[in-house]
């Protein structure tokens, strides 16, 4: 069965330190990626996606994940953290071509923390 | 333009009663999708639907749920005799064809509590 775990409820960093955000899934073929971040009071917004191509991917607000095929791992990173990225962070995948189905599955999410 | 609305924001009703939430998408987005996300957990996909194809209900928790849309308009979900299991966030994503690959923009969600 398909599947994404994001094995961390919470991060914790200080501002100015580097970020991850840890994302594993289970997905027979080729999947899509995605990572939504969730603000306190407000929707989820999209941050970034793998297709295909290059394995690192950048997105928005500065955050950028790495596709590893091997470890099956879509972690969520970022150089320098800033207060305002405290949130609660998705990563989600959909099937691959020719599977069927549009669902996409999302991991239960991880809050990040990020101190002054 | 406008991006997805939902309505209401907040629903407060009573064990047994039926519900009807509301989608509005973002204007051209062909694929359509309700989830649900209970208190402190991940987002549980419900349905997809997109453009005149029939849709993807393979989320549907149980035949009290339901959820209808017209051509690629608005979009409703409606939940029959509602239980205390069913408070949750109900939220709402439209994206344009290739939904494959194309972004998901999310509605702010309808907070769904059973008494």
């Known amino acids: 069965a398909q599947s994404v775990a994001q094995p961390e409820d919470q991060v914790n960093v200080a501002e100015g330190n580097p970020l991850t955000v840890k994302c594993t899934y289970s997905v027979s073929g080729n999947p899509y990626l995605f990572w939504y971040v969730q603000y306190p009071n407000r929707g989820l917004q999209f941050l970034l996606k793998?297709?295909?191509?290059?394995?690192l991917v950048k997105g928005s607000y500065g955050f950028e994940a790495e596709f590893n095929k091997s470890q099956t791992s879509f972690h969520l990173k970022k150089p320098s953290a800033l207060v305002s990225d405290s949130a609660l962070y998705f990563c989600?995948?959909?099937?691959?071509?020719?599977?069927?189905?549009?669902?996409?599955?999302f991991g239960a999410g991880t809050r990040l923390f990020v101190k002054a | 333009g406008a991006g997805v609305s939902q309505s209401p924001s907040n629903k407060v009703t009573e064990k047994g009663k039926d519900v009807e939430l509301r989608c509005d998408p973002i204007?051209?987005?062909?694929?359509l999708y309700w989830y649900r996300q209970r208190l402190g957990q991940g987002l549980e996909f419900l349905i997809y639907f997109q453009g005149n194809s029939a849709p993807d209900k393979s989320g549907l928790p149980s035949d009290r749920f339901s959820a209808e849309r017209t051509g690629e308009s608005v979009s409703t979900l409606t939940i029959q005799r509602t239980q205390q299991e069913d408070s949750a966030v109900y939220l709402c994503?439209?994206?344009?064809?290739?939904?494959?690959?194309?972004?998901?923009?999310f509605g702010p969600g309808t907070r769904l509590t059973v008494l």
């Open positions: 204007s051209g987005h062909t694929a």
């Open positions: 793998y297709i295909t191509g290059d394995n």
């Open positions: 989600a995948v959909r099937p691959p071509e020719g599977t069927g189905g549009f669902k996409t599955i």
């Open positions: 994503a439209s994206s344009q064809p290739s939904p494959r690959t194309d972004t998901q923009y």
